[in-house]
């Protein structure tokens, strides 16, 4: 009698378990998982750069139309909008990007990119080093497990195919086509980016500031030029300009907060052409990185500062001050919302174990997935980490970083944590809107 009802419980408790969310998730990934590294290794041959997403889009737009979702496509650029309306509940929407970047993998991979193209008069490769075939790959895959799992959740998917992120465009440009106006604005927003250090099998989250305000900004140094041996008839733009190099090395060593974050690197200096001459205009460009507006105000005014007081000091007149060019455009700091990253850490639990949920600490990189949370409507947010890096890599220490030729994901791990991780989300937010 007692192992009759040892076996009874037994047998509803396998019957329970067969029947939770999470353990169809497993299922559904693996029965999908084989289609899903198909997919992720095709993409990855086939790499295109910034506002080129043409042939990836209409992948993208494809797999999503022949599992029932409304597809709209060149929304802003390549952009692609696939809505699944499966009764009433919230909105979420699920961003991916789509572009590559122009240069040679040097991974040694039997599927790495061969594709060149021609960038600026130039042969170059194409590779997708920043991991956006895997943000593609495990995007679809979550959205064919959502399908699947259309009894467990009510609500609209959101599913965006977004293009240019290399160049910080894409989301803006799908923003200004109307995005929010025409499909409606989420009640959440997610997104996921690999992450070079990060384990396949782990995912990374970050509260608040997770990534920088990006900028460029230029600063064209004027001078008066001469012959090389009368250095006294000029006033040479490239001591100028090395000067005030060093000077804005001050903004972050001494005006800068001591608990605040900044950066400020002159990437690259551009003046002169020969030995002999001393040319009348020098270029510095800059990377400025910030997190709050008020820091980034008080780089761009001591950046000005700085510019004016050293050419004040060489002697130039009023009409050679240097000119500082900041552009209006950039890419805003990214936010997490802490209530849905705390919503979020829990179903990343449950999908991949609690063991596999680490802290990630904020970094100085942009992305411009910030965007879709800083309209006026204020969609709170998260993009997280997804641990990527295989365990022979994890245990060398050899990690190259991302944008390197000789990065690489671990396709079959890390797309079953994306996907997991993501399926149960979307079911937890979308059974529960009010967090
Ligand atoms: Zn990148
Ligand atoms: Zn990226």
Known sequence: MRFIIIAITVLISTAFVADNPSVRIKKLIAKDID??????KKTHQNPEISLKEKETAKGLAEELRKIGFEITENFGGYGIVGILKNGDGPMILYRTDMDALPMYEKSGLDYASEKTIEYYGEQVGTMHSCGHDMHMTTWLGTARAMV??????????????QPAEEIGAGAELMLNAGLYEKFGVPDFGIGLHSSPTIAAGQVGFGKGYTMANTEMIDIKVFGIGAHGASPHMSIDPVITASMIVMELQTIVSRNLKPTESAVVTVGAIKGGIKHNIIPDEVTLKLTVRSYSEEVRQMIHKRIKEISKGVAIAAGLSEDKMPEVIIPDSFTPANYNDPDLVDKMITSAGTAIGKENVIYAEPQMVGEDFSRYGQTADKVPTVLFWLGTVPEERMKSGNLPGLHSPFYYPEPKKSIESGVSVVSQALLDLFNNKKI
């Open 35 to 40: 289609y899903l590294i198909n997919f992720y």
């Open 148 to 161: 699947e799992l259309q009894d467990e959740w009510k609500g609209t998917l959101m599913m965006i195919g």
